[in-house]
């Protein structure tokens, strides 16, 4: 659960790392809404000026979910095409959230 922009973001996507050595086979998905979304836009580099888009993609390669709150994008005024073409796009990020924990079994955790 991103919701605190580029900062919190990084720290995920290490963690995200982690998490993948220790279980290769685990299922995650990243939902982002408010300012969690903006590492999933296209151009959008770290604090050290490395672009997010090359490892968003490797991840997807790994199997990681991105999506992104509809909300987050008529509130702030973006459009889909801002994004890149990992991400994939749900009605609420919170909404999203829940029913990934109560349908679906996934444990929560928000770095």
Known sequence: HLSEGNEQASRALEFIRNHLEADP???IVVVGHAAGVDFL?????????NAY????D????EGVKFRVCEITLRER???RDQFVKQASF?????AEIARLQSAE???YIKP
């Open 25 to 27: 086979n685990a299922h």
């Open 41 to 49: 836009m296209k151009g959008a580099k770290t604090a050290k000026g």
């Open 53 to 56: 888009a090359p490892m968003v």
């Open 58 to 61: 490797d991840f997807d390669f």
């Open 77 to 79: 005024g973006l459009r």
């Open 90 to 94: 749900v009605p609420s990020g919170v």
């Open 105 to 107: 079994g996934y444990a």
